[in-house]
């Protein structure tokens, strides 16, 4: 439909070309490797070039993306190095309290009491648990607070907005 606004979300980066059929390497940028084989449409690059998936194979922690629009390698070079993306509307759900990466990226965090810690700059995953850096925009000092719920108190994604509850020395 034209003028209709979408968002997208970024699911994989495109490392390079595989073979000579026009498929494309992408490396995941979601813990769920297998989430692949539930794309029908993607969109390609920094103009959002709309494909269908034909096919999806694994390698190495790849996947090997065919689209049904390209059949050779030369069709697909322009991708390399460039990113994939879904409609935002296609995302997977998740189950209560879990959280996309990027939905926790740029939230604004407070303490228990009000007062303004920073915001999130990046999600680090670990096997435990993530762990958010949270960076003070005045000072520029970074402080790492475990994605667990007796550090966050609250999370409010629509407002862009933690609430934790530090232990001392966690925020100096």
């Given at each position: 439909?034209a003028?209709?606004?979408?968002?997208?979300?970024?699911v994989g980066?495109?490392t390079n070309?595989?073979?000579?059929?026009g498929?494309l390497?992408?490396?995941?940028?979601?813990?769920n490797?297998?989430?692949?084989d539930?794309?029908?449409?993607v969109?390609?690059g920094?103009?959002?070039?709309?494909?269908?998936?034909?096919?999806?194979?694994?390698?190495?922690?790849?996947?090997?993306?065919k689209?049904k629009e390209?059949?050779?390698?030369?069709?697909v070079?322009?991708?390399?190095?460039?990113?994939?993306?879904?409609?935002?509307k296609d995302?997977?759900q998740?189950?209560k309290?879990?959280?996309?990466?990027?939905d926790?990226?740029?939230c604004?965090?407070?303490?228990?009491k009000?007062?303004?810690?920073?915001i999130?700059?990046?999600?680090?995953?670990?096997?435990?648990?993530?762990?958010?850096?949270v960076?003070?925009?005045e000072?520029?000092?970074?402080?790492?607070?475990p994605?667990?719920?007796?550090f966050?108190?609250?999370?409010d994604?629509d407002?862009?907005?933690?609430?934790?509850?530090?232990?001392?020395?966690?925020?100096?």
């Amino acid at each position: 439909m034209a003028g209709e606004y979408m968002d997208y979300i970024k699911v994989g980066r495109i490392t390079n070309t595989h073979g000579i059929k026009g498929e494309l390497k992408v490396f995941p940028l979601t813990d769920n490797l297998n989430r692949f084989d539930d794309l029908k449409i993607v969109y390609l690059g920094n103009n959002k070039e709309r494909a269908e998936v034909e096919e999806v194979k694994y390698h190495k922690g790849f996947a090997i993306i065919k689209f049904k629009e390209f059949d050779n390698i030369n069709q697909v070079l322009r991708f390399k190095d460039d990113f994939l993306f879904i409609d935002a509307k296609d995302k997977v759900q998740l189950p209560k309290d879990h959280y996309f990466i990027f939905d926790i990226v740029d939230c604004l965090v407070y303490d228990t009491k009000g007062k303004e810690i920073g915001i999130v700059t990046d999600v680090l995953q670990y096997a435990s648990n993530d762990v958010y850096v949270v960076k003070d925009q005045e000072s520029g000092k970074e402080y790492l607070i475990p994605a667990v719920k007796k550090f966050v108190v609250d999370i409010d994604i629509d407002n862009k907005r933690l609430i934790i509850d530090p232990i001392e020395g966690m925020i100096e």
